[in-house]
């Protein structure tokens, strides 16, 4: 069955085809973090939702190339690094460190390449050059260069792919330097900022003069460098839908004459308990504020992976709380169904249910919540499946039983390649827990009922149950 996406570009689902005449490889680039604070949720989001598609399209077969730029050099950054009275390197090397940190607490594979804007200057001057020698870039009077829409639209390229604009009211030989504005302020952008006073020593020399590139020609450089100059994937989170991705588009196409991304994906934006996060109203969390609350990276991703990305996410602590219950009945079901297959390996099945449904449902533009039904539907099935009075069997029943069981771990961890939730790793239990079981087991055998609740309160009290079950006592962490 077909992998089907919503594509920004022809606003509609379509059928995912890769470039590769083969359909095997495709190439993926995640507009990645601007690296001059802590990754905030809301960013999480996107990068959550770029290893989603990653972990499909593998899922799937496909051999991916994802590609993730740093942006280390921008507007915010330059005010940053003079702020902070530091190097840009050192400045951005401490967030750009802590994203790829927090990348693997939330278990995100990692991208196959990640090029920081600063090392691809030469890179970023040679696409302005073409784009100059093309005539849909002018150099202004401080010796910025700025990208034409009027000579652009000239040569019959298209702006406003992604994006319907209403170029009656945008003003002939207006311009904006800085790299953030609104659609209703279209105007020429920067692709090269000159250099100012306040940008200190973070300059580079150029043909056009001392300076600093834009933010939207890093990505159109390093993405066609790394892709090609037509690629199959594009992402990043709706914000950026316009100007940016807008604007690479108009970059990369005005200087190669061909198509530039097949597929758009734009994940919507996470609001914090209902509204649009703000350090001011205190709904304001980075990853590690999550963290430090004691949420684990496990129960944030899952609760980040419930909703489809196109439907704006509504992030609360609740539903934090709610994510660590249904982690719970999915760790109880995989542990019981590990101890069941014992040494046994596993084989995926062909007609395997939960795999079957689980595709069937993000085969349709990613359908998430589908998906996650049919994971807690053979959750169920599993649980009722599973019988705890299993030494009553045969030893036929019982080799076919584990069997089963390895071949259903199979699936789990079939799916959960796309998940990527995995399962918590059996805590190991201290030597003095286990000392208190085998006090309480001699007491039992004694029938000393009395000693035996007693040892078994204290366990309760040091963060442990002990449960009787046909193989022993098994002891629980709270
Ligand atoms: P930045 O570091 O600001 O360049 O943003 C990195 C990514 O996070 C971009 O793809 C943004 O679109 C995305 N992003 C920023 N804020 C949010 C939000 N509240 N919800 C979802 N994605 C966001
Ligand atoms: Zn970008």
Known sequence: MGLKLFNTLSRSVQEFAPL????????????????????HIGNWRTFVFADLV???????????????????????????????????????????????????TLNCREPHQKPRATEHIPEIISLIEKLLARGVAYKAADGS???????????GCNYGQLLKLNFDEMRAGERVKSDEYAKESVADFALWK??????????WPSPFGEGRPGWHIECSAMSMKILGASFD???????????????????????????FVKYWLHGAFLLV???????????????????AKGFTGREIRYLLLTAHYRETFNFTIEGLQGARTALARIDECVSKLRELAGQNTGQLQTDDSLVSKFAAAL???????????????????????YNPHSHDETLVARVTRAKVAANKLAAWEKVDSVLGIGVKTEVEV?????????????????????????????????????????????????
């Not at 260069?145 to 040569?155: A, D, N």
């Not at 000159?194 to 300059?203: K, M, N, T, V």
């Open 145 to 155: 260069v700025y990208f034409s829409i009027e000579k652009y639209r000239g040569c």
């Open 54 to 104: 990653r972990r499909y399209l593998e899922f799937k077969g496909h051999t991916v190339t994802h590609v993730m730029n740093i942006t280390d050099i921008e507007d915010k950054i330059i005010k940053g690094v003079r702020e902070a009275k530091t190097t840009l390197r050192e400045f951005t090397g401490k967030y750009e460190t802590a994203f790829l940190e927090d990348l693997k």
């Open 233 to 259: 994937l594009h992402l990043g989170g709706e914000d950026l839908i316009f100007p940016h991705h807008e604007d690479e588009i108009a970059q990369s196409e005005g200087a190669t004459g061909k198509p």
């Open 430 to 478: 201290p030597a003095e827990i286990i000392a208190f079981a085998n006090a309480r087991a001699e007491a039992k055998k004694t029938r000393d009922f009395k000693k035996s609740d007693a040892i078994r309160d204290e366990l309760k009290a040091k963060g442990w149950t002990i449960e009787d079950t046909p193989k022993g006592p098994k002891l629980k962490k709270i």
């Open 363 to 385: 085969d349709e533009d990613l359908n998430i919540s589908r998906a996650w039904a049919a994971v807690f539907e053979w959750v169920r099935e599993t649980n009722l499946w």
């Open 273 to 291: 308990e209902g509204k649009k996060m703000s350090k001011s109203l205190g709904n304001f969390f980075t990853l590690r504020d999550l963290l």
């Open 194 to 203: 000159a250099l100012a006073p306040e940008d200190g020593d973070i300059f």
């Open 20 to 39: 590769d005449p083969a359909g095997k490889n495709v190439g993926m680039y995640c507009c990645g973090p601007t690296v001059y604070d802590f990754a």
